[in-house]
């Protein structure tokens, strides 16, 4: 008995612009569900984010705490903490448990030159508003940084992170093998151009010029494979021509836009955030203006990324 075989059904053609997201399952590694000692930890997000209550930042962090919080922030990537008055002396003090604490010359300083203090007001409106990776265009990069909010708005101002292994992780087979042993270039003057005092950018220009990092960093403790390009400070992609540059780039800045890799932080005054640099981008939601948002931030020297 011969089968009949419906004939192929035809659809017409609709195809989307390329280059971009598509939908589907999404790769998740999660980080692994330990309990800790010294404090408790309550996950924010599905891979990346976490509030960390039972720590008093104001405290000496001895060795055994230091251990468990370091392994807290490799698997979660940023770690939120409540209700923390301290001053700025303390929170140099807590960042200072990771490594020599670097100033940035581009934004105002709060009452140390390692502290960098965000005041936006009516006058002065925020300009973080934009996926990134912090000071990239050093030739070694901050490991992590220490943000406290003193005034926060009455509503909006929150802060989104992504993580950029789980960015890498979902990136065709395609992508992954063009894009890896490419460097490209970052320089800080696309990201502060904008607003600030062209002659301190010019004063700089000498002591940092453009650098180049590998498109994918190796993370130094983790050993995770992290996407390693940001829209503020990267350039161009060392060795292609500007257009396939331009639209290879464009095309990676999109995965931090995707929800699944993100988490998101409501602030309220003396709440804590503490990301690893290496492993995150982020991005200060512009919502609140005219309203007052004042935080100080103080962050940790890096390495060179390889």
Request: hydrophobic share 40%.
């Amino acid at each position: 008995m011969s089968v009949v075989l419906p004939a192929r059904i035809q659809l017409r053609e609709a195809v989307t612009p390329a280059d971009g997201i598509v939908e589907g399952p999404r790769i998740l590694r999660e980080p692994q569900r330990r309990t800790y000692e010294r404090f408790t930890l309550r996950p924010l997000g599905r891979v990346i984010g976490a509030e960390v209550d039972g720590v008093d930042l104001g405290a000496p962090v001895g060795p055994d705490l230091r251990e468990e919080l370091n392994h807290a922030l490799l698997e979660w990537k940023v770690l939120f903490f409540r209700d923390q008055d301290i001053t700025s002396a303390q929170q140099r003090a807590f960042a200072a448990n990771w490594g020599e604490l670097e100033t940035n010359p581009f934004i105002p300083k709060g009452d140390d030159d390692a502290v960098t203090r965000f005041e936006r007001t009516a006058a002065m409106p925020g300009y973080e508003n934009i996926w990134h990776t912090d000071v990239t265009w050093r030739p070694d990069p901050a490991l992590g940084s220490v943000l406290r909010l003193i005034e926060v708005p009455p509503v909006g101002g929150d802060t989104m992170w992504a993580d950029m292994a789980a960015a890498y992780d979902n990136l065709p087979e395609d992508v992954r093998a063009r894009i890896d042993g490419l460097t490209a270039v970052h320089d800080y003057l696309p990201g502060f151009d904008r607003f600030s005092d062209p002659a301190l950018l010019a004063r700089w220009q000498d002591r940092f010029p453009p650098v180049e990092h590998p498109v994918v960093r190796t993370h130094p403790e983790t050993g995770r494979r992290t996407l390693f390009v940001n829209q503020a400070f990267t350039t161009h992609i060392a060795g292609l021509d500007r257009a396939e540059s331009d639209r290879l780039l464009r095309y990676l800045f999109l995965q931090a836009h995707t929800p699944e890799f993100q988490v998101r932080f409501s602030w309220r005054p003396n709440s804590v955030a503490f990301w690893d640099n290496r492993a995150t981008q982020h991005y200060a939601v512009n919502d609140y203006h005219p309203h007052v948002r004042i935080a100080e931030r103080v962050a940790i020297a890096g390495d060179r990324p390889y």
